[in-house]
Nanobody, 127 residues
Framework: QVQLVESGGGLVQAGGSLRLSCAAS???????MGWFRQAPGKEREFVAA????????FYADSVKGRFTISRDNAKNTVYLQMNSLKPEDTAVYYC?????????????????????WGQGTQVTISS
């Protein structure tokens, strides 16, 4: 069983930066990892994903060029560096892990299909 714990959320002004962390219990080095987000009244949506060894990354068009996903398998931790934040980035951000899919597949797979989720961390961007 894998448990994911996110941290690093908060309130920042538009144009600012935040770095989210996702600490995993259990060995997730062989798992595709990703970040999703859910704004009030909206469905959970894909944000970013990273391959098992961290060599390839995928991003939603809305965050491309502003967000960077990375992972440290020695620490069982995945990060999401978020720069140039916009009010529309406001959401609860969730870490996701799945041993049976690929990072590329996370881009389009239904969020209900992801095996493991964290509890989420709130990110609020003020204008």
């Amino acid at each position: 069983q894998v448990q994911l714990v996110e941290s690093g959320g908060g309130l920042v002004q538009a144009g600012g930066s935040l770095r989210l962390s996702c600490a995993a219990s259990g060995r997730t080095a062989s798992y595709a990892m990703g970040w999703f987000r859910q704004a009030p009244g909206k469905e959970r949506e894909f944000v970013a994903a990273i391959t098992r060894i961290g060599s390839i990354t995928f991003y939603a068009d809305s965050v491309k060029g502003r967000f960077t996903i990375s992972r440290d398998n020695a620490k069982n931790t995945v990060y999401l560096q978020m720069n140039s934040l916009k009010p529309e980035d406001t959401a609860v951000y969730y870490c996701a892990a799945d041993p049976s899919t690929t990072a590329q597949a996370m881009v389009t797979m239904p969020s209900r299909s992801v095996d493991y989720w964290g509890q989420g961390t709130q990110v609020t961007i003020s204008s």
